[in-house]
């Protein structure tokens, strides 16, 4: 599916227009493991936050009412960014939406933030993983601080309809070499809209200095 980007961009297309984000099974009200891992990892407020594959999320919210100033939202699905910013209203503007593949994005600045929930796991060939981590190491400042939450080894099989590949916090870390180190994973029971629990394996890793 994710192999290819046009295919993959009109299945989410398809998704967000479907049905109101708050029905999704992946929405969250409020998110509050991602902002606590932001917070956590010690993310100053002038810190350039991305969130990779964002859609309608709440984390830009939610990291405005933080007093974060520098926040851009990735998706594949323009229909997914357009719920958000309805939603933001005038503070969409304090946001940069950019509709874009993870797989070949690139930023116009350095990013000290990257956050990822539950877009990662949709790559199932090693080449779009590969891509993947491509991405975040060319977007990633020197001391860059990566969060990604994925399904756990006992979460679901699939999402949306689509396979995904389910991580542990030491998967994560293969896949993004040694060059980053874990410094925190928390396992999350999140509750689905239709009440359905789903776990998440979130991990946090920095991008370790080269030693001088
Ligand atoms: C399950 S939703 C998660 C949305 C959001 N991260 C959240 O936690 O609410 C997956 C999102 O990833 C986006 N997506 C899927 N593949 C992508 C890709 N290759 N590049 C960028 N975004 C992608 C979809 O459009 C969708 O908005």
């Not at 990735?74 to 939406?97: F, I, K, N, S, T």
């Not at 993004?176 to 410094?183: I, M, V």
Request: glycine share 6%; aromatic share 8%; net charge negative.
């Amino acid at each position: 599916m994710e192999a290819d980007g046009a295919t993959a961009q009109r299945h989410w297309e398809k998704v967000w227009s479907a049905r109101p984000a708050e029905q999704m099974s992946w929405f969250e009200p409020v998110p509050t493991v991602s902002l606590d891992m932001i917070v956590a990892a010690e993310v100053p407020l002038d810190a350039h936050i991305v969130d990779i594959g964002g859609g309608a999320s709440t984390l830009a919210d939610a990291l405005l009412d933080a007093g974060y100033r520098h926040l851009t939202v990735v998706d594949l699905a323009a229909a997914g960014l357009d719920v958000a910013r309805e939603r933001l209203g005038r503070r969409a503007d304090q946001v940069e939406w950019v509709v874009a593949d993870v797989r070949s994005w690139r930023p116009s600045a350095p990013v000290d933030c990257w956050h990822d929930r539950a877009v990662l796991h949709f790559l199932l060939d090693l080449p779009d993983r590969d891509a993947y981590v491509a991405s975040l190491r060319a977007a990633l400042s020197p001391a860059g601080v990566v969060i990604i939450g994925t399904f756990a080894p006992d979460g679901p099989t699939h999402c949306s309809g689509l396979p995904v590949v389910r991580y542990d916090s030491a998967n994560l870390a293969t896949l993004l070499g040694p060059d980053f180190t874990l410094s925190s994973a928390a396992r999350h029971a999140h509750r689905t809209p239709s009440g359905a629990e789903q776990s998440f394996q979130y991990a946090t890793f920095r991008r370790a200095q080269p030693h001088g």
